[in-house]
DNA sequence: GTTGGTGCAAAGGATTTGCAACTTG
DNA sequence: CAAGTTGCAAATCCTTTGCACCAAC
């Protein structure tokens, strides 16, 4: 199942309405091999398919957001679907400065041991996100 | 050393000026327990000392930014000192969702690790940063 | 047919730029 | 004194809000 399909089924399933412009934006992000802001997916939709107004694109992304299917990438500025089907526990981003392609993770004992220094700190840890930017298989050649 | 005190230093080493409104955004940002917006850091200075311009304060921040004075947290949009001598390598902080206040920490083997995980995954990770949010010791009771 | 969603207009912030006047070293 | 900095004005960009119209269920 693509993204753009397991997207629309969340939507459909928590009773929200399956638009043209929640379409067009889910497709967007789904295709996308990095971080797209609002402004990136305005002028995308400005070229290929049908024009989509600004306020649309941000309303549809807070949305997405709020159902976890798209991530904010804080050091881009910018959102990426979320292929992690589990709805908890923390995302990790690797971002890579070459293609500005990017790809996220989970990895259990990491979370375990950033809590566990935060920990020896008196810092009682919740949540965290972390982003790594470096080069990717294909651009590290 | 205080903070503003070696702030004043590196400046000055670099062949920066030392000037007022610089002096001013220093000891803000030192003083402050938490992340500051540059919009933070103007009212507090049209309460407390002189008026500064909002212009200036973006400068000054993107100066010390450059200098690795202070770093940029992601996850509330503001700024801090940065208290770590070491240029080099990725910061961690813990960020208190009861009082706001934030601690920077860096830990060798968690960076170790971080790359790692990233480099079983083709990726050649450089840097990154961590975000944590919880409870400081004095919020947990 | 309802309810929720979209588009438009406009407001509100945040951030950047150009340039003349000033201050530091 | 010269070079670097500041303050102001204004431009630009990003994001949010209110409301009438429209489309999905």
Redesign the interface.
Known sequence: MSFAEHAIAVLREKGYKVTRPRRQVIEAIGRAEGAMSPGDIGKMMGEGGRHLDQVTIYRVINLLCSLNLVHRV??QGGYVRCDLLEEEGCH?F?I??GCGSL?E?R?E??CR???E??RK?????????????????DC?D
């Open positions: 804080f050091s990790r690797l890579c400065r790809q993770f990895d004992a990491l041991q950033e809590s220094a935060a700190l008196g810092f009682r840890a919740e949540h965290h996100v972390t982003e790594s930017s470096g080069l990717c298989r590290r």
